[in-house]
């Protein structure tokens, strides 16, 4: 639960983003009272006026936000207080400032710096001077400087001169109306130029695009940025932001008051020169690169987060058997067998790459386990020898009068990390790190949520740059991806492992330790109710968690639907109204369709909530995920070597990234769709038309097998 702000952010929340206030002062409220997102969304429609996940994330984003501004606020007002120089004017201004970079430009002045060549000029008593040179007087300063020279500290007038014009540059670069102008011309009229270091032009590098580039501030895209940035971090580009002085230096002259007709007009006009090019340009500067940065890294995250839910919400074979292989040329291929719950009945070891007696071998092991087990499918991983695993099983199967038994490529990035992992030790302990593959393998067909889930998401090859982003943002941002793929989903109370639990609205990760330790101590759960048994587990945590948790083989027959306990009394006047029973009611659409949803709402539920009910009793418990089908790569396409321009493939989308899709033809080594090949007309970002796990016919453009890149277009395959 978060602290009230102390002041009420409500209409900056809603006139930022465009919200009608009375919805955003009702999701502010329920977040206050330590409701979760998911939960708010799904369960509190009639206070929110029905706002989605997103709008209640940015809702929470912006009073976040709100509340490190505040924070900020006060501290400067205090330390400014504390320094006796608070003004009515100055504190009025700071409390109306709308922005950190506004607060910052106020506080400036007053903050303790290191000692600056103007800090000096003021020890040496050159501020008199100083004030002379601001007002612009009539006294020559050649004389005004005369009685500031003493000894070695003030040699001459020049010195004297020079030290005065310290001061006043130092001022001018902290006036808080100079720098908001200047950073709107640097941000509106400024380059980013880019050249290549003596490095960067030693040998070819992915950066050379870069290596002799002017572009335009404002129309710097994200991911050019971060590239610029990988380059600079690499040791082969150097960036610098650039705009002609001409733009510039008349608008702080004037600003500063500057008369031409003045005595010292000369030294006011070094002074502006020396303040933009020494003070102002390099702190503008680090300032812009930082929020360029920034939104480099937003976009960045942004991408993860849509790539990371495609492949979350990806369809699932669901609760059926399955075989699964970790291919293996050197040390042969890790053969499991799943029951429909995703627990390892079996596992050995299949030798492809050894003799001929060893390929037998494997065709008897592989025959002996689809006799044993009877699996729906068989998934092949798509590492190293997957392609020659995937044709061998394809033979062997087909041979065998099993034609119809699908054999299924699945991404493996990341089943190393779970191999070993403190999860894949507590579920899998008694086995190989290698078979733990193998199993993740054939479980992620299953189930791509439930099994995802336990690794750590910037394992699974999907990010654009993820490694220059800051950790705590990413992690944050993927987390909610995760909270709310999984309660979109749903959890089986009854199976779910505790990784997948602590993802659940409510439930952290050790209520979800507490809850499988619960289940398997008291040999499961009857209710829903039965959760309140659980350590950890209070009336709110429950209220939270329990809407999103489905008891299939429950002693309620809304426990396994997304109705929330709260609203089974509701149902159950329905069911009455009808003359029936909730079982009755259950899985009836034409029973469900005769109710007039009207009669039942009140204070407390509106339609909604009576509308989600209604589609719930028509399909309890149903998934939002498509219907699972197998992609298939071409039989005779195994390596890059394979490839040919204007060969039609049909591949799998692994990654979406600003400037293209990454898709895995079956080589190995998958190849881009540049944004521009990937629809016939004008897209603004590859989202709009293509996801990841989306299946994607494509052409080879080009293939260069030294640099190991493929160039695909989609809107050329058709």
């Known amino acids: 639960m978060t602290a009230p702000l102390a002041f009420d952010p409500t209409p900056l929340i809603a006139r930022g983003l465009k919200l009608p206030e009375p919805r955003v002062a009702a999701a502010v409220r329920l977040l206050d009272d330590g409701n979760t997102v998911p939960f708010i969304a799904r369960y509190r429609k009639e206070a929110t006026g029905a706002l989605d996940e997103v709008q209640i994330r940015d809702i929470l984003a912006e009073k976040t936000?709100?509340?490190?501004?505040?924070?900020?606020?006060?501290?400067?007002?205090?330390?400014?207080?504390?320094?006796?120089?608070?003004?009515?004017?100055?504190?009025?201004?700071?409390?109306?400032?709308?922005?950190?970079?506004?607060?910052?430009?106020?506080?400036?002045?007053?903050?303790?710096?290191?000692?600056?060549?103007?800090?000096?000029?003021?020890?040496?008593?050159?501020e008199p001077l100083a004030d002379k040179?601001?007002?612009?007087?009539?006294?020559?300063?050649?004389?005004?400087?005369?009685?500031?020279?003493?000894?070695?500290?003030?040699?001459?007038v020049d010195a004297a001169l020079a030290g005065a014009r310290d001061i006043v540059a130092e001022q001018v670069s902290e006036h808080a109306a100079v720098r908001a102008e200047a950073r709107r011309a640097l941000f509106a009229r400024g380059d980013i130029v880019v050249k290549a270091t003596k490095k960067g032009r030693a040998s070819p590098t992915p950066f050379d695009d870069y290596a002799d580039h002017v572009e335009a501030v404002r129309r710097i895209a994200p991911h050019r940025f971060q590239a610029i940035l990988r380059g600079e971090k690499?040791?082969?580009?150097?960036?610098?932001?650039?705009?002609?002085?001409?733009?510039?230096?008349?608008?702080?002259?004037?600003?500063?008051?500057?008369?031409?007709?003045?005595?010292?007009?000369?030294?006011?006009?070094?002074?502006?020169?020396?303040?933009?090019?020494?003070?102002?340009l390099p702190s503008l500067e680090s300032e812009l690169r930082g929020a360029l940065k920034a939104r480099a890294d937003q976009a960045a995250v942004e991408v993860f987060a849509k790539n990371l839910e495609a492949i979350l919400m990806a369809a699932p074979l669901g609760a059926e058997p399955v075989l699964a292989l970790d291919p293996g040329l050197r040390t042969g291929s890790k053969l499991v067998a799943l029951d429909a719950g995703g627990v390892l009945r079996a596992h050995d070891v299949l030798q492809l790459a050894k003799?001929?007696?060893?390929?037998?071998?494997?065709?008897?092991?592989?025959?002996?386990?689809?006799?044993?087990?009877?699996?729906?499918?068989?998934?092949?991983?798509?590492?190293?020898?997957?392609?020659?695993?995937?044709?061998?099983?394809?033979?062997?199967?087909?041979?065998?009068?099993?034609?119809?038994?699908?054999?299924?490529?699945?991404?493996?990035?990341?089943?190393?990390?779970?191999?070993?992992?403190?999860?894949?030790?507590?579920?899998?302990?008694?086995?190989?790190?290698?078979?733990?593959?193998?199993?993740?393998?054939?479980?992620?067909?299953?189930?791509?949520?439930?099994?995802?889930?336990?690794?750590?998401?910037?394992?699974?090859?999907?990010?654009q740059y993820q490694h220059d982003l800051p950790a705590a943002q990413l992690d944050a941002k993927l987390g909610e991806v995760v909270e709310s793929c999984v309660n979109k989903v749903g959890v089986e109370l009854s199976t779910a492992s505790a990784a997948l639990?602590?993802?659940?609205?409510?439930?952290?990760?050790?209520?979800?330790?507490?809850?499988?330790?619960?289940?398997?101590?008291?040999?499961?759960?009857?209710?829903?109710?039965d959760l309140l048994k659980v350590k950890g587990i209070g009336p709110k945590a429950f209220e939270q968690c329990a809407g999103f948790l489905r008891l299939r083989a429950g002693a309620h027959p809304l426990d396994a639907s997304a109705v929330h306990p709260e609203r089974y009394g509701l149902?159950?006047?329905?069911?009455?109204?009808?003359?029936?029973?909730?079982?009755?009611?259950?899985?009836?659409?034409?029973?469900?369709?005769?109710?007039?949803?009207?009669?039942?709402?009140d204070d407390h539920?509106?339609?909604?909530?009576?509308?989600?009910?209604?589609?719930?009793?028509?399909?309890?418990?149903?998934?939002?995920?498509?219907?699972?089908?197998?992609?298939?790569?071409?039989?005779?396409?195994?390596?890059?070597?394979?490839?040919?321009?204007?060969?039609?493939?049909?591949?799998?989308?692994?990654?979406?990234?600003?400037?293209?899709?990454?898709?895995?033809?079956?080589?190995?080594?998958?190849?881009?769709?540049?944004?521009?090949?990937?629809?016939?007309?004008?897209?603004?970002?590859?989202?709009?038309?293509?996801?990841?796990?989306?299946?994607?016919?494509?052409?080879?453009?080009?293939?260069?097998?030294?640099?190991?890149?493929?160039?695909?277009?989609?809107?050329?395959?058709?």
């Open 501 to 529: 639990l602590s993802h659940v609205a409510g439930i952290g990760p050790r209520a979800a330790q507490n809850v499988v330790d619960h289940r398997d101590a008291q040999g499961g759960f009857r209710t829903r109710n």
């Open 234 to 280: 690499e040791g082969v580009l150097k960036a610098r932001i650039a705009i002609d002085e001409g733009e510039i230096l008349p608008g702080i002259e004037e600003r500063v008051g500057l008369q031409r007709r003045s005595p010292w007009a000369e030294h006011l006009a070094l002074v502006v020169r020396d303040a933009w090019s020494r003070l102002l």
């Open 571 to 601: 149902v159950e006047r329905m069911a009455a109204d009808l003359g029936t029973t909730v079982d009755g009611l259950v899985g009836q659409p034409e029973t469900a369709k005769g109710l007039n949803l009207q009669r039942y709402v």
């Open 133 to 156: 040179l601001r007002a612009q007087g009539n006294e020559r300063p050649q004389l005004a400087a005369r009685g500031f020279v003493r000894g070695e500290e003030v040699p001459d």
């Open 605 to 718: 539920v509106g339609l909604p909530t009576l509308q989600d009910i209604l589609h719930e009793l028509e399909k309890p418990g149903r998934d939002p995920r498509a219907e699972f089908s197998a992609p298939r790569f071409r039989e005779d396409v195994h390596t890059m070597d394979d490839l040919e321009p204007g060969m039609v493939l049909e591949g799998v989308v692994t990654n979406v990234v600003a400037f293209g899709a990454f898709v895995d033809v079956g080589v190995h080594q998958d190849g881009l769709v540049h944004v521009s090949q990937l629809a016939d007309r004008y897209i603004s970002e590859p989202a709009e038309v293509v996801r990841t796990g989306d299946r994607l016919k494509v052409m080879v453009l080009s293939v260069d097998l030294a640099r190991k890149r493929i160039s695909l277009s989609a809107k050329q395959a058709v």
């Open 65 to 126: 936000a709100l509340e490190a501004l505040e924070g900020r606020r006060q501290t400067i007002l205090d330390a400014i207080r504390r320094q006796g120089k608070l003004t009515p004017d100055l504190e009025a201004r700071i409390r109306s400032a709308g922005s950190r970079s506004g607060l910052e430009d106020l506080y400036l002045p007053y903050k303790q710096k290191r000692r600056t060549r103007a800090s000096m000029a003021r020890d040496r008593g050159l």
């Open 355 to 463: 003799s001929a007696a060893a390929r037998e071998a494997a065709r008897a092991t592989l025959l002996r386990f689809v006799e044993q087990h009877n699996p729906a499918a068989v998934a092949v991983g798509n590492g190293t020898g997957g392609r020659e695993t995937e044709a061998f099983c394809r033979e062997v199967l087909s041979a065998a009068g099993h034609r119809d038994l699908p054999v299924v490529s699945v991404n493996e990035a990341g089943a190393s990390v779970y191999s070993a992992s403190d999860v894949a030790r507590v579920e899998l302990g008694g086995v190989d790190l290698t078979v733990r593959g193998a199993v993740s393998i054939g479980r992620r067909l299953q189930d791509p949520l439930a099994e995802l889930v336990k690794i750590d998401p910037k394992s699974l090859g999907i990010g």
